[in-house]
């Protein structure tokens, strides 16, 4: 059996090692949820980009599907593709088109601001143990461990 002095000195010892083992174990934790949430973020703005994507070609095919019915609808009615009122229909129709793509556009950059605003309001939740406050914590437990040194040292003697 060993006396309480050194008894003392082990769970001392032992405590400031579990505390920094903690500590450790924490900034490990904080590390690996950033860099899962880094990742998320960036699946979120691929997923985002592929959709904006497919939505400007589906615009441009309906665009360009709609020309080509004017065309057609004034070519039966007899009229000249170069004619004032079907120019006008054919610009009003690429205007449309370049429309609904720069607000698809628009749509996109919004969410991926919102997916940048949602992944820093959970990264600020993310518990990282500072320089600070490792220290405090590894100096309170080694106090703690030489208060225990000191009184089995009282009793002992």
Do not use: H
């Not at 082990?10 to 949430?37: D, M, P």
């Not at 518990?127 to 590894?138: D, E, I, R, T």
């Not at 080694?142 to 003697?157: E, L, R, T």
Request: charged share 20%; aromatic share 2%.
């Amino acid at each position: 059996m060993c006396d309480p002095v050194t008894a003392a000195i082990v769970v001392g010892v032992t405590a400031v090692a579990s505390t920094g083992y903690s500590i450790y174990a924490q900034a490990k934790s904080a590390k690996a949820q950033t860099k899962a949430l880094r990742e998320q973020e960036s699946a979120a703005r691929e997923e985002t980009r592929r959709e904006s994507s497919a939505e400007i070609f589906d615009s441009m095919r309906q665009s360009r599907r709609e020309q080509g019915q004017l065309r057609a609808q004034a070519g039966e009615a007899g009229l000249s593709l170069t004619s004032g009122s079907v120019e006008a229909l054919l610009m009003d129709s690429a205007m449309q088109g370049e429309l609904r793509e720069q607000r698809t556009l628009a749509n996109a950059e919004s969410r991926n601001r919102s997916n940048q605003a949602e992944a820093a309001s959970i990264a600020s939740r993310i518990s990282k143990p500072s320089v600070l406050g490792a220290g405090l914590q590894l100096g309170a437990s080694a106090a703690s461990a030489w208060s225990g040194v000191q009184g089995a040292k009282i009793k002992a003697g």
